[in-house]
């Protein structure tokens, strides 16, 4: 009788081992880790604080964490703070892209107001205004603590003929996570009232905008060319981007333009009668499928216009 008793007790406990092993629940330690590489990003582990995770299935788990996120907030052309760019690795910084732009701009409005002022020089971003325009990039509603200020500093730019500030904030995310063969992967993500976006989605949303800024760019610069040829009886003969936006700017290009929405300097090669000038794209390698390119006879990625 005894021996049976302990026989039932071993099964228990091998099948509670069993249980363990094939859950394989994702630990704090892994979802950290994970969110700090999501989407591309490069973030120190001590960024990112999980305060809730649990297991939905065998396969999927949720979470909530905090993570100190680094924000660049700007003053557009009126003059307003807006915010406009989140820091998302070493000296790496990305525009921020809005599934709702015009609906973002509309809660961007509700922070314009002079109650959220700061006591100092009318054009100094305080806390409270930051907090507020952080929150509506996010979906955010206040008062949350879903949004928490922690410092602003004035941004001292060569050149810069607009007021920017750096805001250092702690935001509250939901996470997603799936498990596959691979392993765990942050599978979706959401801040606010905002819908849940998978970080592909996001990267994909990113590099599309950045695909139109690029092509106006070129546009640009094609145009400026154009100008000099017509003027000089020639292109610029270079093969530095560099030489091209010296001979361009300001007399044919009102700015200067040399790297592209990925942060890599645009490509040219020119000689008298035709040019080539290339972005590499988002994977940032030269001749691959996703470099736009503008050549003479005027083509954009190998097409006429």
Request: aromatic residues 6%.
């Amino acid at each position: 009788m005894r021996f049976v008793v302990f026989l039932r007790l071993g099964l228990l406990l091998i099948l509670a081992i069993l249980t363990v092993e094939v859950r394989a629940d994702l630990s704090a330690k892994q979802a950290r880790k994970l969110i700090t590489r999501m989407a591309g990003v490069e973030l120190p582990i001590s960024a990112v604080r999980v305060k809730r995770i649990s297991s939905t299935s065998n396969s999927s788990a949720e979470a909530t964490a905090e993570i100190h996120t680094i924000f660049r907030l700007a003053t557009n052309t009126q003059g307003l703070w807006r915010v406009a760019e989140l820091r998302v690795g070493q000296d790496r910084w990305e525009e921020l892209v809005s599934v709702a732009a015009s609906q973002t701009e509309m809660l961007f409005s509700a922070c314009d107001g002079p109650h959220l002022r700061s006591g100092g020089p009318a054009t100094e971003l305080s806390t409270k205004r930051a907090r507020c325009l952080i929150a509506a990039a996010l979906g955010v509603q206040l008062p949350s603590d879903a949004v928490r200020i922690k410092t602003v500093s004035p941004l001292e730019l060569p050149l810069a003929s607009r007021p920017s500030a750096v805001v250092e904030s702690l935001i509250t995310a939901e996470l997603r996570f799936a498990r596959d063969k691979g392993g765990w992967v942050v599978a979706a993500l959401r801040t606010g009232n905002r819908d849940w976006i998978s970080p592909e989605a996001l990267v994909a949303a990113a590099n599309e905008t950045k695909r139109k800024q690029a092509r106006a760019e070129m546009d640009a610069m094609v145009r400026a060319l154009v100008g000099f040829q017509t003027e000089r009886q020639s292109y610029v003969a270079s093969d530095s981007h560099a030489v091209l936006i010296d001979h361009l700017s300001p007399r044919f290009l009102s700015r200067v333009i040399r790297l592209d929405p990925w942060h890599e300097p645009y490509r040219y090669r020119g000689e008298r009668s035709n040019f080539t000038l290339r972005s590499l794209g988002a994977d940032r390698k030269e001749n691959t499928v996703d470099d736009i390119v503008v050549s003479s006879p005027l083509t954009i990625d190998g097409q006429r216009p």
